[in-house]
């Protein structure tokens, strides 16, 4: 089920009324777990399974660690965090490992077979396993007692709106807020129904139209110059930012309806001052995971300059395997990493050189340029996170090279460039005048209103209306 | 007096309020868009309007682009003495042909001859965005409620469908622009035949390729046969053409289609 889709409204809106009107909250719960179990059940059923595996897993781990000593609370975590990674190795890294394995015997002229299975990957299976070893390591790092409560538990990984693609819930934050029971709110109601709107619009009048057109190109590369490629290289980046914010937006939204916060998961990205930034401001449910969870336990920033760049590139490796199991998604967080070293390493040069240059670092000419330059940084590697190989990422930048006038279909950029638009105002308002309230977040009720109808039938008009998939639903 | 949305009657009126503006701009910046698209006077929807609603040539030719852009009406009237209007459309297979047909007849006219330029795309299944049922939706959306045969077709898609073609605007969802286009920018024409210009590469030979067996779409073979049965029954000629190529094209789907219409 599809968060565009009729269907996932007509769902949505049945869970919400029957939700509000079952008065004993452990009923509510109970409810909201099998709607939760029903909504992942319509992609499969058998994976179903899986899911509950890990949180069982999950849960008993933490049980069991209770008030135990360190040493036993250290094996229960890690046999836990292993059984738990076990089904995302199996369906999602098992193929990549033996061919991997496969490619490391050729180079060294061993001979060898490995098997190939056909696998499905289970929908969430990398977000959910994320929230279980999260649970389980803030247990035993004591940021949490074990949860008692199965059913808050059972809900807590099985979240419906999170479910499939994010945001990465914490335990700490999340598991409080079913223990008490969510009364009808206007302003949940309110706040999450124009979040879900303007997560709509991102999705199918800005994302999915720029996928048109970065499908297109991409997919016959050899046959468009520089011009069109740079172009679409610019619109897969708007693409994949309004596909995964918009969906992320739907699924806060969603909970906010409910009266459940879900944690922020975008913040105007291509704003960031610098790949560093970057990272603070997207996929914040994953970026802050990878922090407390790989980073931080290797040693954060609180060691050696070598340390720290080793650090960064395990974290970012490790980021780059999470999202594809492919040689690209490598070295893709490979690059992200690289990135943020060198930022870090030329760090002193660049307040020198502003120095020199009379340019204050603060300033807005200096922002300006570090937020065009991170974005070309950002965007390029965006690119390579698209295609398939390394030879395919290698002809599209050689391609850069020959300009030309980009492929022009006229339905496309110009519906594009209406979304673009309204996404750039409301992006740039929110970084740099937040405390300005216009349209959808007026202090007019009328103009709210109208503002969300208005908002309603352009996406109607204009959006990409088709069931399209997510991109993230690959992870 | 303040309402206090927080109490189920506040909010209740609130969504009530929202609903309201909601259906009213959709009837609003509907109207506005039908009226544009059928004030169309060139391309692609002037074609469709034109087949569907004027149409009392002899000669209909269906098919996809390679139907538009091959196939001269002028020349079927020079040599046939028979009035002929080229109704391909790019990216279009048996479902929006079989519709277009269907409506012509409902409306009262039955022409003498139909040639339906065939691809292995009208009975394959094709994962893309073109040569599919939501294709052919998408381009009749604004005669839902015109024509019973076309509504037929929306009809495969089920309820959900219908849910959404109860907004005036989804029915003109992504289509402002191409009626901008149909209204102000001539396009040059013959009888729905659209010229292209260019040459062929001089590299260009012929090409044997392999036989294809690909995937069949059961339910595109069940409208060719509909397409078949629906001129019999009207006793309009039908010709299934294979338009020559610069490349073999033998395939299961070809052959799928000829085992139906011999």
Same mark, same amino acid.
């Given at each position: ?28 719960? @109970? ?9 992942? #059940? /319509?992609?499969? %059923? ?13 849960? +008993? ?22 059984? !738990? ?62 949860? %008692? ?66 499908? $297109? ?24 930012? /309004? ?27 291509? *704003? ?21 969870? %790989? ?38 967080? #490979? ?29 807005? *000419? ?7 330059? $991170? ?39 110009? *519906? ?42 352009? !996406? ?16 | ?16 309020? %929202? ?24 391309? !692609? ?12 040539? =002899? ?43 269907? #409506? ?5 006219? /039955? ?7 065939? +691809? ?13 049922? =939501? ?18 077709? *929306? ?9 959404? @073609? ?50 069949? =779409? ?45």
């Amino acid at each position: 089920m599809l968060f565009n889709t009729i269907h996932f409204v007509i769902f949505l809106i049945a869970v919400v009324i029957v939700y509000y009107t079952i008065p004993v909250n452990k009923y509510r719960k @109970l409810y909201l777990l099998a709607a939760s179990y029903y909504f992942y #059940a /319509c992609w499969n %059923v058998a994976f179903l399974g899986l899911l509950l595996f890990d949180t069982i897993v999950a849960y +008993m781990a933490g049980r069991f660690m209770g008030d135990k000593e360190k040493v036993f609370q250290k094996r229960v975590l890690w046999i836990s965090v292993v059984l !738990i990674l076990l089904p995302l190795f199996s369906f999602k890294y098992l193929n990549f490992f033996l061919a991997a394995v496969h490619d490391g015997m050729t180079a060294l002229e061993i001979a060898m077979q490995v098997p190939e299975f056909e696998m499905l990957l289970p929908i969430g299976i990398s977000f959910y396993t994320f929230m279980s070893i999260g649970y389980v390591a803030d247990v035993y790092f004591k940021k949490i007692r074990a949860e %008692v409560d199965i059913l808050d538990f059972f809900l807590f990984i099985g979240f419906f709106p999170q479910i499939a693609s994010g945001p990465i819930g914490r335990a700490p934050s999340m598991l409080p807020q079913f223990k008490e029971k969510h009364p009808f709110l206007w302003d949940n109601l309110a706040i999450g129904a124009r979040m879900m709107l303007w997560g709509f619009f991102m999705k199918l009048v800005v994302g999915d139209r720029a996928g048109i057109y970065v499908d $297109t190109v991409f997919g016959n590369f050899a046959n468009h110059n520089g011009g069109s490629l740079i172009l679409a290289t610019f619109m897969y980046t708007i693409q994949i930012y /309004c596909d995964f914010a918009g969906y992320s937006l739907i699924a806060i939204g969603s909970a906010r309806i409910m009266g459940y916060e879900l944690m922020a998961n975008f913040r105007r990205p291509y *704003f960031a001052t610098s790949v560093t930034d970057f990272w603070r401001r997207w996929h914040i449910s994953l970026s802050t995971w990878f922090r407390d969870y %790989v980073y931080i336990p290797c040693g954060g920033s609180r060691v050696g300059e070598k340390k720290l760049y080793r650090n960064i590139m395990i974290t970012f490796l490790t980021s780059g395997l999470w999202h594809g199991a492919a040689y690209n998604f490598i070295v893709w967080g #490979a690059y992200h990493g690289i990135a943020q070293v060198i930022g870090k390493m030329t760090l002193a040069k660049k307040l020198a050189t502003c120095k020199a240059l009379k340019i204050n670092p603060e300033g807005g *000419f200096k922002r300006f340029f570090d937020i065009i330059l $991170t974005f070309v940084i950002v965007s390029y590697g965006w690119m390579i996170f698209y295609v398939s190989d390394f030879r395919t990422a290698i002809e599209i930048t050689k391609g850069y090279f020959h300009l030309g006038i980009p492929y022009v279909h006229q339905t496309t950029l110009f *519906f594009f460039s209406i979304g673009f638009l309204i996404l750039f105002i409301k992006d740039f308002k929110d970084e740099f005048m937040p405390e300005k309230h216009y349209l959808l977040a007026s202090r007019c009720v009328p103009v709210r209103y109208v503002s969300f109808a208005f908002l309603s039938v352009l !996406i109607v008009l204009i959006g990409v209306l088709g069931g399209g998939q997510f991109i993230y639903f690959k992870f | 007096m303040k309402l206090n949305n927080n109490k189920l009657g506040g909010a209740l009126l609130s969504i009530l309020a %929202v609903l309201l503006l909601l259906v009213l701009m959709d009837l609003c910046v509907g109207s506005v868009s039908s009226w544009l698209y059928h004030r169309s006077k060139y391309g !692609i929807f002037h074609r469709q309007l034109y087949v569907l609603n004027e149409s009392n040539d =002899d000669i209909i030719i269906l098919g996809s682009s390679r139907a538009s852009h091959h196939y001269v009406p002028s020349i079927f009237t020079d040599s046939l003495g028979m009035s002929c209007y080229n109704a391909g459309s790019e990216g279009m297979c048996i479902y929006y042909h079989y519709a277009m047909l269907a #409506a012509m007849i409902e409306r009262g006219h /039955c022409p003498k001859v139909v040639i339906y330029d065939v +691809m292995n795309l009208d009975a394959f299944e094709t994962p893309g965005p073109t040569f599919t049922l =939501d294709a052919a939706l998408d381009r009749l959306s604004p005669h839902y409620g015109e024509y019973k045969s076309v509504d037929s077709l *929306f009809a495969l898609k089920g309820w959900k469908e219908k849910l959404k @073609l109860m907004s005036v605007t989804y029915r003109y969802n992504s289509k402002l622009v191409q009626s901008i286009k149909c209204n102000f920018i001539p396009q040059q024409e013959d009888h729905g035949y659209e010229k292209l210009s260019g040459k062929l590469a001089d590299t260009t030979a012929f090409e044997e390729r392999d036989y294809y067996m690909g995937a069949l =779409d059961q339910e595109k073979l069940r409208y060719v046969q509909k397409m078949i049965d629906l001129t019999k029954r009207n006793q309009i000629g039908l010709l299934f053409v294979l338009s020559p190529n610069y490349y073999s094209n033998p395939s299961n789907g070809y052959d799928a289609i000829k085992e139906k219409a011999v």
